[in-house]
């Protein structure tokens, strides 16, 4: 037969078979759960490459294998990787298998969707694990599903082999706390997380480290609220809305000791910004949006979190910086830094945010209000998701699959 002829018997839309090759029928790939697919040199090559071995070589690998189980028909997986065994030796003998090529398609309730390691790692990050072993256990659940032969799987398989994988890692408690996550994701009432705490203790970067990790799209400040204020109350009617928190007191009608006044005025200004606080809260609640909410006009005591205990699962925490010598130095950096936000004030109005931060601290412990250190942002983060997922696993009814 011609190499003319030979094209004739091609399927339809295959590209012309490179000269010299016999036939050009697609052969199958049988995997031991009985799905076939088919043989891709491509697809053969960048595997090859992923494990180290050189283009040049992969190339002609492939190649070669095509050639050998040409009009087959179907071959089996194991005898693939076997020929490639033996045609690299020594520079494939201690490389994992080669993954037949494979798109997973994972059941949800609304159809299907093609798995992605990077879906999946987000996810994870609700267990409270850092992202670069979030990524490496959903490669580990990838390499899984492709050594199965899987061509789909439900979203509860998917979620039961992150739960084995997190349980051999790291225990049965880091994985409760995935699927716990999983199971509020989709709430009948909505999570709502609150951030409190003195100016520049780094709420707002911890909010959207927390916030971007757990999934959560509403990430609100109080400072959008007071501005809001500020624009409906002037500052003869609402004095203490148009100063910062540290000097909210100079321009409110407040009286007594230097410190007195501080935290009177402060008080004053949060007083008024909880109204907003709340609205905001109410609105996540009757949209059924998860939330999370940061700002120094969020105060202890002045939200009463058991009235949205019904319609919300509300937590409220303090973020502090409770070494002296660090915290200034925060500000000092800032202030060379960031010229543009007029951080220099801070360090000037550095006694007044401490005094406010010892008033906030003395709330937390009167009102049993969990306070977070906020030495790094990583460590904060964790410690935050933890705290929220802790707290819902105990609300949990969700029957966890047992460890193997």
Not at 27 to 42: D, F, I, K
Not at 207 to 233: F, P
Not at 293 to 307: F, M, Q, R
Not at 329 to 340: D, I, M, S, V, Y
């Amino acid at each position: 037969m011609t190499e003319k002829s030979q094209s004739s018997v091609e399927e339809p839309g295959e590209i012309e078979p490179r000269r010299g090759r016999k036939g050009s029928k697609r052969v199958l790939v049988l995997e031991e759960s009985g799905v076939a697919r088919p043989y891709m040199r491509g697809i053969m090559v960048h595997s090859l490459m992923a494990r180290g071995v050189s283009f040049e070589t992969a190339y002609e690998t492939a190649n070669d294998v095509a050639d050998h189980i040409r009009g087959r028909g179907t071959v089996k997986r194991s005898e693939i990787s076997q020929m490639v065994s033996e045609r690299l030796g020594d520079e494939y003998e201690h490389q994992p298998p080669i993954p037949v090529p494979i798109t997973v398609d994972v059941q949800n309730g609304r159809g299907l969707a093609s798995f992605s390691k990077g879906t999946l790692s987000q996810s994870l990050l609700a267990a409270s694990i850092e992202p670069d072993v979030a990524f490496e256990v959903a490669k580990e659940i990838e390499a899984g599903l492709i050594s199965d032969g899987l061509a789909s799987v439900t979203r509860e398989e998917i979620r039961s082999r992150a739960y084995q994988q997190l349980a051999h890692r790291f225990g049965g408690r880091t994985a409760e706390r995935y699927l716990v996550w999983r199971e509020f994701e989709e709430p009948d009432k909505p999570v709502i997380l609150l951030l409190g705490g003195a100016a520049g203790v780094g709420k707002t970067s911890l909010a959207l480290a927390v916030a971007q990790r757990l999934g959560i799209r509403r990430v609100l400040s109080t400072d959008s609220i007071r501005n809001v204020m500020r624009l409906t109350l002037s500052s003869e009617l609402m004095p203490a809305l148009h100063a910062s928190s540290f000097n909210a007191h100079r321009g409110a009608m407040v009286s007594g000791e230097k410190d007195e006044a501080l935290v009177e005025g402060f008080m004053d200004q949060s007083r008024a910004v909880s109204v907003g606080a709340r609205a905001i809260v109410e609105r996540a609640i009757e949209e059924n949006t998860s939330l999370v909410l940061d700002g120094v006009s969020l105060v202890p005591g002045l939200i009463d979190l058991d009235a949205y205990q019904d319609s919300a699962h509300i937590y409220f925490l303090l973020v502090a910086r409770l070494d002296e010598e660090a915290f200034r130095g925060h500000f000092e950096l800032r202030a060379r830094h960031q010229k543009h936000r007029q951080a220099a004030r801070y360090v000037e109005r550095m006694n007044e945010i401490l005094a406010i931060q010892e008033w906030l601290l003395e709330l937390a412990d009167r009102y049993q209000t969990p306070i977070v250190d906020n030495i790094t942002l990583e460590g904060s983060t964790l410690l935050v998701i933890r705290h929220v997922v802790e707290s819902l696993r105990k609300q949990s009814v969700r029957q966890l699959p047992e460890i193997s």
